[in-house]
């Protein structure tokens, strides 16, 4: 069966640093991979996703960015944390021809 | 553009009574609609899938019917537990580019007393 990990779990950093979450995905090959923020109060808001390897799609301008180094893992990195950046990482995957998708745990990042 | 407009929460809701969440989209084609659940502090999971119009997802006691003339996809649930306290978000797929995005509403809060 497919499964989906995420770390860290939680994080607090402060403003300036560098961000760097990772995901994978076990148990599938070629799927399409997709970072969420979930801000407090808000809804999801799609960051990026990925259809292959090196392959990013950008949805929303910022200072995030984001890097699919293998086939099933994607990593969101930032140089330099905002206090907006503050919210629940939600990494998901599907594979392609399939519309329902699947979410990880979550990372919650804490900007201080 | 896609959109998807939920009720606005938090719901309040005493065990047993009945829960109706409304979700209403917008979309150009013809999109697939999902209710995902999300329990506290964990991540979103899959409540029921419709696919085209007048299909029923049902799931756990939850159901939602695609209704394409009013472009809604309501969640209702008979008899609501307190385990069913989570955020509830109402969403639909639009395929691009190779993969499917899913457009997302803001999320209803329920909330089951005993």
């Known amino acids: 069966s497919q499964t989906i990990h995420q770390w860290p779990a939680t994080l607090v950093q402060p403003v300036g640093s560098p961000l760097s979450l990772e995901c994978t995905v076990e148990g599938t090959s070629n799927p399409n991979l997709y970072w969420y923020r979930q801000a407090a109060g808000r809804g999801l808001q799609l960051l990026f996703y990925?259809?292959?390897?090196?392959?990013i799609s950008s949805e929303v301008p910022q200072n995030l960015s984001a890097s699919r180094p293998q086939d099933r893992q994607f990593i969101l990195s930032s140089k330099k944390l905002l206090l907006s950046d503050s919210g629940f990482y939600l990494c998901?995957?599907?594979?392609?021809?399939?519309?329902?998708?699947?979410f990880g745990p979550g990372t919650r990042l804490t900007v201080l | 553009g896609n959109s998807v407009t939920q009720m606005e929460g938090p719901v309040t809701l005493s065990e047993e009574a009945f829960l109706t969440i409304n979700c209403t989209y917008t979309?150009?084609?013809?999109?697939?609609l999902f209710w995902y659940v999300q329990y506290p502090g964990e991540g979103l999971q899959l409540l029921l899938k419709?696919?085209?119009?007048?299909d029923k997802g049902s799931n756990k006691g939850f159901e939602a019917t695609y209704r394409k003339e009013t472009t809604s996809f309501h969640l209702e649930k008979g008899s609501v537990q307190v385990s069913d306290s989570a955020v509830y978000f109402c969403?639909?797929?639009?395929?691009?580019?190779?993969?499917?995005?899913?457009?997302f509403g803001k999320g209803t809060k329920l909330s089951v007393i005993p």
């Open positions: 969403a639909l797929s639009d395929q691009g580019a190779g993969s499917y995005q899913l457009t």
């Open positions: 990925s259809v292959g390897i090196g392959q």
């Open positions: 979309a150009t084609g013809y999109p697939s």
């Open positions: 419709a696919t085209k119009a007048d």
């Open positions: 998901a995957w599907n594979l392609r021809g399939y519309d329902e998708q699947f």
